[in-house]
């Protein structure tokens, strides 16, 4: 709410800010600090800690003749309460005069410094939070020398209570805040954790079962002011002071959050330096001062000892230990003589400059690349992507969101707080998909069809804003179209939930044909988003790399010699085995030795995302940056300079000396990306909230972004490309009788990105497939049972689970999660022994 | 006596008609506000409050478990773990204490062989110390709390509140 | 002294008042009828206004002029009746609800037509059980005799009223707090402004008003503006019912005009302090104000809201709390720290520490622990460093009986001093 600029003077400084500002971050803006530990910037302001009390002059008002009296200086005599108020619930007003620093003010908060510590334990030296603790800090800079509370009487409470698998409590640190109640229920939307008991007792406590049980628990450890909640990732694990920074972007969805990667050296990695934790790094337009579980705890596969470390050959058929010249010149000759049979498969969790140079290698020798994923619509993502000046933060009332085939919560997190968020700002959150999701939670209006009809209920929702084609949905969809078609700006999300290659491309045909019908193309704040499976999945597509249009089986099948990178295709399908073994020649480039790794000819190690540098870009089409964090492990090279090397033995180009030169040469080949250069990329301008500067208090423990906020691309019809909408081809639900089986994706898989991270065993997906009542109960099957299921030629068995969440006629199976599936694919299931009802 | 039905759902099912009294006084979007009066039916239908029952609860509300059971804690009427059969609940706020409540509480737990907060050794009863219950005229006095609800009992003397103490071991003494 | 006419305890004079027939038979429900049928709701706020009936609940507040902050235009809109009582030494709200509840309910809901809200709840502590159940059964008795339910007396006005049971928590008399609780939320004071009126119940605007406060408003609408004004003092209209209890003969409820001296209530009416024992001091407003020295000039004070700030207490609640000259006030801070501490809802930081440090240094004092001197004058520093910072009146009343007790009696708290060095 702006009521104009306001001007009020704090602490002697003139300030100017828009009416409705809270004095707290009026002083912010001004670069006076006021301490606080309740208020965050990002939350509703509570003044629960009094620790912003100031004194406020106000301009005194005479009651009868409304008239400000003047002083002899002609300046309006200033009224002041005589007690002291709260800065963070109190808006600016015109003319007042703000003392921070007046005795008055300094002794209060003295006082409410000395309260606070009369029950903390001060047990700074053996705190996590020590050496960044707002408490710590402002008891230095404001409290008293000594505490009149008498130590020995202090009462002690529980220093270890497991909220649940990652977040651990310390009873008696908490200051009771309520900083992370109100963050898991404002922002997380997960009120999961609250308060028992009441006065000094107050204490906080989780009954959800599991305990604390969000996709966002970690956050709560960089807003809480003291030592109270850490994760049991980091707990006890290093010193603040200790540690090592490196900016980095998350690698596990498309949403591509900001990270800190913290480092230190540990005896327990033979003095390795390690991740110690991952931090969120701000980025207003990404992901604010936010990540998810996931991304703070899933990354101990880069620190895995499994991780090869040295290249193997295939030596009288056992792969051993090479040396790279060994490696690269066995690799280049086994690709070389395949030829135009050369078929390289790369994975979207590669960085631009890695896919880029792969691709680039393998049509040296004439062959063909393909990006690993049934997920289509990249092209269509990049003519109609999101605007230049797209971001979720900025969607609020009279703006709309279409979110299509996706279960964001689980997908990409991150998006679904933020649209979350918008939703509540007054947004028009429109949910289509087959099954209830968390996002309808929030959603204006829930969009419910069969498997099989997301395309045609796009076209449903376009129909209803007066385009061709209109179909019978139509009017069912009237309310939600119109809401899509009236709105100022328009973001879609899709994903790809029952949908194969085809399927997916035909639903961003339609998503893009529906932004032409409401003319939203081209807006800049408007455009579509694909939820793909991979960080870089958007990046690949702008490489020129895209799924096999028949699957990787016929695209295996033509193929002599296999090139692969960063992905697992017999990790993902058994029954690729076949084509595999029929190759001439495999050359792999692999964290881990997969499944794939093992039968190639050549394993390439690779330097996993925190040894490196590189780009990604984000489903919102933001090319950002990451660091190199720690020294590469082993013999571990970047997969752009693996892929180059053997590029430039293939009679191709030499390989660019560095990624920067490999996002060069991105640059001049790739016309969206024209002019993206890593000087760019590390380009950063003043955000608010102002986060990571000595106030810890303020914003949390989140780090400012002084190594690049990225470039965010324009789409090609913003850029001056062709609005004209493909018209997508409907597709119609996997033929066959029996279950239709749908692969969907849980936060946790198993993949093996995710399986190093022991702290999330708990909470990982499990091997089973969920069923309607309905279904079970026609297959004879309990919650818990076992049950066979066989398609396509395969039989598995696994547990079933019993949710009415399921539509009937479905069978949800959990991506990497130990049944692979890519695409739906229709099933005859059967009770296993052990899995009828008793 | 029988015990307590703790089977999830057990509220739903026995007292469906009340259920939907009690949802039916507030505003459709506005669910949360039955919370307080569904603990109590759960109180009563479990003798306390335990983490399925706030779980129950929680369910037909549409709240998360932790929301409902922040009020256990909170307010004073709602219990986390079993006790007596029966709380007697004597104020010995500052007006019942200027007439001697606090020597009444203490004669009382002396003659049930208990210090305050304890249950008797035959798990009927329960003496706590309350604050303030508006009974200041009529001290020394405390209310019952048991499955039928609350009730006072003013213008207490330690032989009356004894009397009563028989009475409620005659009720509930044989099960 | 003979007793002023009771306005608010007419069950004291009339047997089976809390009858409908009998509540009918003496021009029960008429003002409701006659407002409802012949006024608009600006007429009743201007009334009220008029009569200058100040909010029963502690804080004075002119009722009229609350109900006038109703922010216009916005609807739906709720009427609260805050029947949380639970202020140590308070218990009239309660007699009024067990013995006169067709009053109060027709004061609802001239307060409901008065705020244009067709709903009202009537929040009553826990403890108050099997009044609630009582009261529950008296609407229902209303509904089906048709003073309550769609369309009263021919007219647009509905109404329905709904008991909503607390479940002990002091700090729910506080009506933000109270508001939070019958959200089903944690009962903890919200931040004002907003105020109930712009932003109550379920964020709608609210009339928050206090069991007595509503009892008054069918006399006040049945007798006129002028015939209220005609009782009590110029700024304290009306009668009060002052709960009296503590060391006096005939403790209980007395329903007085507001600016009858203490001596008359104390004395007059609850027959002195018993046992040949002298009045010490007083608490005239529960735990929640500075205990007086009962000195003559105290004794003289007219009992209403513009008296008692100058003899350095207040009205509030009006129950009087009578303590004799054997009385210890360091035991009497500590019982009200206790009891502030018990109830403190831990919201902000000065009074959820702030009451538990001094009921520490309090403890302490009671049971001799050896410590440095100084203690009373910590205590002292400490109350002061809860004074002025809270979120609500909770904390900053929970200082009053220990500073007034130090500056008062100071001798009753420098002798646990001494006897624990």
Redesign the interface.
């Known amino acids: 709410m702006s009521d104009g600029e306001v001007r009020l003077t704090i602490d002697g400084r003139p300030v100017s800010v828009p009416g409705g500002t809270l004095i707290v971050d009026a002083a912010k803006r001004a670069g006076i600090d006021i301490p606080v530990f309740c208020y965050h910037p990002k939350m509703a ?7 912003c ?1 100031v004194e406020i002059g106000r301009p005194a008002r005479d009651r009868v003749t409304g008239e400000v009296p003047l002083d002899s200086d002609g300046k309006p005599v200033l009224f002041y309460n ?3 108020e709260t800065a963070c ?1 109190t808006p600016v007003g015109e003319g007042w005069n703000v003392r921070v620093a007046s005795e008055k003010a300094l002794a ?1 908060r003295k ?2 410094v ?3 510590l ?2 903390h334990p001060l047990d700074c030296p053996i705190c996590d939070k020590g050496g960044e603790c707002p408490l710590q800090n402002l008891t230095m800079g404001h409290g008293p020398g000594k505490s ?3 130590y020995d ?1 202090k009462f002690h409470l529980d220093k270890r209570v497991p909220l649940g698998d990652l977040i651990v409590l310390d009873r008696e640190r908490c ?2 805040c ?1 900083r992370c109640v109100r963050f898991q229920e404002e922002i997380a939307g997960d009120a999961v954790i609250g ?1 028992y ?6 204490e906080i406590v989780t009954f959800s079962e599991p305990g604390f049980d969000s996709y966002f628990s970690g956050n709560t450890t960089d807003i809480c002011p003291v030592g109270a909640l850490t994760t049991a990732d980091f707990r006890f694990g290093a010193r603040p002071w200790e540690l090592n920074t490196a900016a980095s972007i998350c690698p596990h969805c498309p949403v591509g959050c900001n990270l800190t990667l913290n480092t230190r050296r540990e005896a327990e990695s033979g003095g390795r330096e390690i991740i110690k934790r991952v931090m969120p790094r701000q980025n207003e337009a990404v992901n604010e001062t936010w990540i998810c579980d996931k991304g703070r705890f899933a990354h101990h596969f880069a620190s895995s000892p499994t991780r090869l470390q040295r290249p193997l050959v295939r030596r009288e058929g056992n792969l051993v230990e090479a040396t790279w010249e060994e490696a690269l010149s066995a690799a280049a000759e086994g690709l070389r003589s395949a030829g135009p049979g050369l078929r390289g498969i790369a994975g979207g969790r590669l960085s631009n400059e890695d896919l880029f140079a792969f691709r680039r290698t393998v049509e040296a020798v004439g062959g063909q690349a393909v990006l690993d994923t049934q997920m289509g619509g990249g092209d269509i993502t990049r003519r109609f992507g999101l605007g230049r000046l797209g971001d979720l933060g900025q969607l609020g009332p009279g703006d709309a969101i279409l979110v299509v085939a996706t279960d964001l919560h689980e997908e990409a997190p991150i998006w679904w707080l933020r649209i979350k968020l918008a939703a509540e700002r007054g947004a028009a959150l429109v949910v289509a998909n087959a099954r209830s999701t968390r996002t309808d939670d929030f959603a204006r209006h829930r969009v419910r069809y069969d498997y099989g009809q997301a395309v045609e209920t796009v076209l449903g929702l376009a129909g209803a804003t007066g385009m061709k084609d209109r179909s019978a949905r139509a009017d069912r969809d009237q309310a939600a179209g119109s809401a899509l078609s009236h709105a100022g700006e328009l973001v879609v999300f899709f994903g790809s939930e029952g949908l194969d290659y085809a399927g997916s491309t035909a639903l961003a045909e339609a998503c893009a044909a529906l932004l032409v019908g409401t003319g939203h193309a081209g807006k800049p704040q408007s455009g579509l988003i694909g939820v793909w499976p991979s960080a870089n999945d958007q990046g690949a597509w702008d490489m020129g790399l895209r799924p096999p249009a028949d699957g990787i089986l016929e695209y295996l099948r033509q193929a002599k010699a296999g090139y692969i990178a960063a992905a697992d295709p017999l990790g993902d399908d058994p029954t690729l085995r076949p084509v595999i073994d029929a190759l001439d020649f495999l050359v792999v480039h692999e964290l881990f030795l997969t499944a794939t790794a093992e039968l190639a000819d050549v394993v390439f190690p690779a330097q996993s995302f925190i040894e490196r540098e590189g780009s990604l870009t984000s489903g919102e089409g933001r090319v950002q940056r990451y660091y190199p964090a720690v020294p590469p492990l082993g013999e571990a090279r970047p997969d752009w300079w693996i892929a180059a090397s053997l590029g430039a033995r293939l009679g191709g180009k030499a390989a660019p000396v560095s990624a920067a030169a490999g996002m060069d040469e991105i640059a001049s080949s790739v016309p969206a990306y024209a002019g993206v250069t890593y000087r760019a990329l590390a380009e950063v301008h003043e955000q608010w909230p102002l986060v990571g500067g000595d106030d810890l208090y303020f914003g949390g423990t989140a780090y400012a972004n002084r190594q690049g906020l990225g470039v965010k691309l324009a789409s090609d019809v913003e850029s001056g490309g062709a609005a004209e909408a493909p018209w997508p081809a409907t597709t119609a639900p996997a033929p066959g009788a029996g279950l239709l089986l749908v692969p969907v994706l849980r936060l946790y898989d198993r993949g093996t990105t995710v399986l190093p991270s022991k702290l999330l065993e708990t909470c990982r997906a499990s091997h089973q497939i969920e069923l309607n009542p309905e279904d079970a109960t026609a297959l004879h099957l309990a919650d818990g049972g076992r049950v066979q299921i066989e398609w396509d030629g395969r039989v598995e068995t696994c547990a079933a689970a019993v949710s009415s969440a399921v539509p009937v006629g479905a069978a949800l199976v959990l991506r990497s999660s130990g049944l692979t599936l890519r695409t739906p694919a229709r099933a005859r299931l059967r009770a296993a022994s052990g899995g009828t009802r008793p | 006596m029988t015990a307590p039905d703790v089977r999830l759902g057990a509220l739903r099912e026995k007292y469906a008609t009340e259920i939907d009294a009690i949802l039916a ?3 459709e979007d ?1 669910r ?6 569904l ?2 039916l759960a109180q009563h239908q479990y003798g306390y409050l335990s983490p399925a029952a706030l779980q129950e609860v929680a369910t037909i ?1 549409g ?1 998360s478990s932790t ?1 409902v059971g ?2 256990v804690g ?5 219990h986390d773990r079993p006790a007596g059969q029966v709380r007697m609940q004597i104020c010995t ?3 019942c ?3 001697g409540a606090e020597a009444f509480a203490q004669s009382v737990c002396q003659n049930l062989g208990i210090r305050l907060g304890e249950t008797t050794a035959d798990g009927l009863i329960t003496v706590e110390e ?8 009529r ?1 020394p006095m405390f ?1 019952v709390q048991d499955s039928t ?4 009992r003013e213008s207490q003397t330690v032989e009356s509140a004894m009397a009563w103490t028989e009475e409620v071991r005659r009720t509930y003494g044989r099960s | 002294m003979a007793a002023a006419e009771h306005i608010l305890l007419r069950h004291r004079d009339i047997p089976d008042f809390d009858r409908l027939d009998t509540y009918l038979a003496h021009g029960g429900f008429e003002a409701l009828k006659t407002t409802v049928t012949s006024k608009s709701p600006p007429d009743v706020i201007e009334i009220v206004k008029a009569s200058g009936l100040r909010g029963r609940g502690g804080a004075g507040f002119p009722t009229g002029v609350k109900w006038s902050f109703l922010t216009p235009d916005v609807f739906p809109r709720y009427v609260v009746v805050n029947a949380d ?7 009239k ?2 007699e009024i609800m067990e013995h006169n509840p067709f009053q109060l309910l027709e004061g609802v809901a001239l307060c409901a037509f008065a705020a244009r809200a067709s709903t009202a ?1 009537i929040y009553c ?6 009044l609630a ?1 009582a009261l529950g059964a008296h609407i229902a008795e209303l509904r089906g005799r048709g003073f309550l339910g769609r369309k009263l007396f021919g007219t647009d006005f509905s109404l329905e009223i ?1 008991v ?8 729910c008399g506080e009506e933000t707090a109270l508001l939070e ?7 903890q004071p919200r ?1 004002r402004p907003p105020f109930p009126a712009a932003k109550g119940l ?1 964020g709608q605007p609210t009339v928050v008003n206090n069991v007595e406060t509503l009892a008054n408003l069918p006399p006040i609408l049945a007798r006129g503006a002028d015939w209220y004004r005609s009782i009590g003092t110029k700024d304290s209209p009306g009668t009060k019912v002052f ?5 006096v003969a005939r ?3 007395y329903e007085l005009p507001l600016g009858t001296p203490f001596r008359t209530l104390i004395f007059d009416h609850g027959g002195g302090v018993p046992g040949g024992r002298k009045i010490k001091a007083i ?1 005239p407003a ?2 929640s104000a500075p205990i007086l020295v009962a000195t003559e000039e105290v004794l003289d004070t007219p009992m209403d809201y513009e008296s008692l700030p100058k003899v350095g207490s207040m009205l509030g609640s009006a ?1 009087i ?1 009578v ?1 004799d000259d054997s ?1 210890d006030i360091f035991w ?1 801070a500590l ?2 720290t206790r ?1 502030f ?10 009074c ?6 001094m009921l ?1 240094l309090l403890e ?1 004092l009671h049971d001799g622990t050896p ?1 440095d001197a100084g203690q009373v004058d ?1 205590l002292q ?2 109350a002061r ?1 809860i004074e ?4 609500c009146p909770l904390g900053e009343f929970s200082i009053m009986p220990v500073t007034s007790g130090i500056e008062r009696f100071r001798a009753d708290f420098a002798a646990h001093e001494a006897s624990g060095q």
């Open positions: 302001p509570v003044g629960m800690c009094r620790m009390l005589v007690k002291l619930t209060g006082e409410v000395e309260f606070l009369t029950s009149r509370f008498v009487d200051i009771q309520a308060f008991e009441r006065g000094r007792q107050w | 006084r507030y505003p506005q949360r506000s039955a919370v307080m009066p603990l109590y509300l709240l929301q922040s009020l909170f307010y004073t009427l709602y706020d500052l007006p204490a200027l007439r309350v604050t303030c219950l508006a009974g200041c005229d001290a209310q609800g609350i009730h006072y | 009582e639970s202020e140590p030494g308070t218990f709200d309660r709840y502590r826990g403890e108050f059980w099997d159940a709904f909503h049971l607390g479940a002990g928590a002091y700090i609780s019958l959200e089903g939320k944690l009962g931040l379920y709960s009296l209890s503590g060391n403790p209980g409820n608490l529960g735990a129950s709390i303590i009385v009497v019982k009200t009891f501490k018990h109830e403190s809802c831990g919201k902000c930081t000065p959820r520490e702030g009451t538990y440090w520490h302490r410590a910590l520093a400490v460093g002025g910072k809270c979120l």
